[in-house]
């Protein structure tokens, strides 16, 4: 393993470097956040994909052909989609804004109360975010090349942690259009196509596996409906996409490149399906599927090779990782730090600061949490079961409140973890009763509580 080694320690060390291009290009607390909202068509959608299809993504999605067959895809098709309805849809409305969180939209139309409650809410999805990523690293590292669970966890999440900090979006931008590359290359130009001749061509593929591993719907309807329910809403609210779109030059760049992103998406999950049932035929007999990924690149290709692959697995989990990180970072410094400092605005220092000990703080959940698709969906049901319903009737209902909008991201929060701690991270009642709850309440509050002025219900 020693030439794939080499291999990936290269890969790390391009990463650093084009973090600290990523710093000597950020001069402003914009250039910092949001890459001075000057991003083109190919940056950008660069950017888009690489933020999406990270650890959950790639290892989750093989995880998911290991078990369920092409319907394993529905994961990377629900994110893909909302990519494409982001882009198309609410980019325009959200690039006149110039603003930098997904908070701030709920401040102008509800008050600054409102922006407090949701920032924590969307503090603890973006931390997920992270952890999920860091999450995939680890495992990856862990089981190809041996090291302890711990150590790998600190070394690759140390290097997302370093390049993330000193050059926020700059180094996001560059390190993402990289990655991006890496990615497709080693994923979809390389393992699939040795996986399938391992296997012994299509032919045999289908010969081997089942017919119902050739279903679209084989991993159930209501887990496909929980999948967009969940991932295709939680696109649409993420700060960790919101701030890519952000950082688009105009509109156009935004729908046309945005677009092509989420189609990107949806090939690449069917890739990593395939991947997934290959290595089912390869490999019938894992003691743990969620290394279904790791064990494949290891026991199907040739030194060097892997070690290619192996980059391109993390290049696709660290991007994920350092979106996660900054928007949990920025979401600290533009929405909560301001209030504890009297309204003071952050600086580009304290922007680092916070980027720093977020990812230290990432790096410590990362070692005490071991599933990666769990923490995903813990993400996304706090996300969207708390931050949905107000979101959207911020923007489609002139008769919300304040008193509405809280209600609602509270009971909604708190109901999705109820129902997580009740049944299961993997059940679908939570996303469900927490969409509910979270309706009822708004609903209901809001009809209940002082009309909002005219003024206030036009501000976005």
């Given amino acids: 393993m020693a030439l794939d080694l080499f291999v990936v320690l290269i890969y790390a060390a391009?990463?650093?470097?084009?973090?600290?291009?990523?710093?000597?290009?950020?001069?402003?607390?914009?250039?910092?956040?949001?890459?001075?909202?000057?991003?083109?068509?190919?940056?950008?959608?660069?950017?888009?994909?690489?933020?999406?299809?990270?650890?959950?993504?790639?290892?989750?999605?093989?995880?998911?052909?290991?078990?369920?067959?092409?319907?394993?895809?529905?994961?990377?098709?629900?994110?893909?989609?909302?990519?494409?309805?982001?882009?198309?849809?609410?980019?325009k409305p959200l690039l006149k804004l110039k603003i930098f969180t997904v908070t701030q939209v709920l401040e102008k139309r509800y008050n600054p109360m409102a922006?407090?409650?949701?920032?924590?809410?969307?503090?603890?999805?973006?931390?997920?975010?992270?952890?999920?990523?860091?999450?995939?690293?680890?495992?990856?590292?862990q089981v190809l090349f041996g090291l302890p669970f711990w150590v790998s966890v600190l070394l690759g999440g140390g290097v997302v942690v370093v390049y993330s900090t000193i050059g926020g979006m700059w180094s996001l931008t560059l390190t993402d259009i990289v990655q991006f590359v890496i990615k497709t290359v080693g994923l979809m130009f390389i393992l699939l196509p040795i996986c399938l001749y391992r296997v012994g061509g299509w032919d045999q593929l289908v010969a081997k596996l089942p017919?119902?591993?050739?279903?679209?719907?084989?991993?159930?309807?209501?887990?496909?409906?929980?999948?967009?329910?969940?991932?295709?809403?939680?696109?649409?609210?993420?700060q960790d996409i919101w701030q890519r779109v952000f950082t688009a030059r105009d509109e156009k760049v935004a729908?046309?490149?945005?677009?092509?992103?989420?189609?990107?998406?949806?090939?690449?999950?069917?890739?990593?399906?395939?991947?997934?049932?290959?290595?089912?035929?390869?490999?019938?007999?894992?003691?743990?599927?969620?290394?279904?990924?790791?064990?494949?690149?290891?026991?199907?290709?040739?030194?060097?090779?892997?070690?290619?692959?192996?980059?391109?697995?993390?290049?696709?989990?660290?991007?994920?990782?350092?979106?996660?990180?900054?928007?949990?970072?920025?979401v600290l410094t533009e929405d909560l730090l301001p209030r504890l400092r009297g309204g003071k605005q952050s600086s580009l220092n304290i922007n680092?600061?916070?980027?720093?000990?977020?990812?230290?703080?990432?790096?410590?959940?990362?070692?005490?949490?071991?599933?990666?698709?769990?923490?995903?969906?813990?993400?996304?049901?706090?996300?969207?079961?708390?931050?949905?319903?107000?979101?959207?009737?911020?923007?489609?209902?002139?008769?919300?409140?304040?008193?509405?909008a809280i209600a609602s991201m509270t009971l909604g929060f708190v109901t999705a973890l109820v129902f997580m701690f009740k049944d299961g991270l993997d059940a679908n009642t939570p996303i469900y009763y927490s969409l509910a709850v979270g309706l009822v309440s708004f609903v209901l509050v809001s009809l209940l509580s002082r009309r909002p002025e005219a003024s206030v219900a036009r501000a976005i």
């Avoid at 895809?73 to 494409?84: K, P, R, S, T």
């Avoid at 990812?359 to 079961?385: H, K, M, P, R, W």
Wanted: contains cysteine; charged residues 5%; glycine residues 12%.
């Fill in 352 to 404: 680092r600061l916070f980027t720093m000990l977020t990812g230290i703080a990432v790096l410590g959940i990362a070692l005490v949490v071991n599933d990666v698709i769990s923490a995903l969906t813990l993400a996304y049901n706090l996300l969207v079961g708390g931050m949905l319903i107000p979101l959207m009737g911020a923007i489609f209902w002139k008769r919300a409140t304040t008193s509405g």
């Fill in 211 to 238: 017919a119902s591993n050739f279903s679209f719907t084989e991993i159930g309807w209501d887990t496909i409906i929980t999948y967009f329910m969940i991932y295709f809403f939680g696109i649409l609210i993420g």
């Fill in 14 to 91: 391009g990463m650093l470097v084009l973090g600290y291009y990523g710093m000597r290009r950020a001069k402003t607390h914009e250039d910092y956040l949001v890459a001075g909202r000057n991003l083109g068509p190919s940056l950008y959608m660069g950017t888009m994909a690489a933020t999406v299809l990270g650890g959950a993504s790639t290892v989750g999605t093989v995880r998911l052909g290991y078990v369920h067959g092409i319907s394993g895809f529905w994961l990377c098709a629900a994110l893909g989609a909302g990519i494409i309805a982001l882009n198309l849809f609410l980019a």
């Fill in 115 to 141: 922006r407090q409650a949701s920032a924590v809410i969307m503090l603890a999805y973006a931390l997920m975010i992270g952890v999920t990523s860091i999450l995939a690293i680890g495992t990856v590292l």
């Fill in 255 to 330: 729908q046309y490149a945005g677009t092509f992103a989420g189609f990107y998406c949806i090939l690449y999950g069917l890739a990593c399906a395939l991947i997934g049932m290959a290595a089912h035929v390869l490999l019938p007999n894992l003691d743990n599927v969620n290394n279904a990924f790791a064990a494949i690149v290891k026991a199907s290709l040739p030194d060097g090779i892997r070690g290619l692959v192996i980059a391109a697995a993390l290049a696709a989990m660290m991007s994920t990782a350092s979106a996660g990180l900054l928007a949990a970072s920025t």
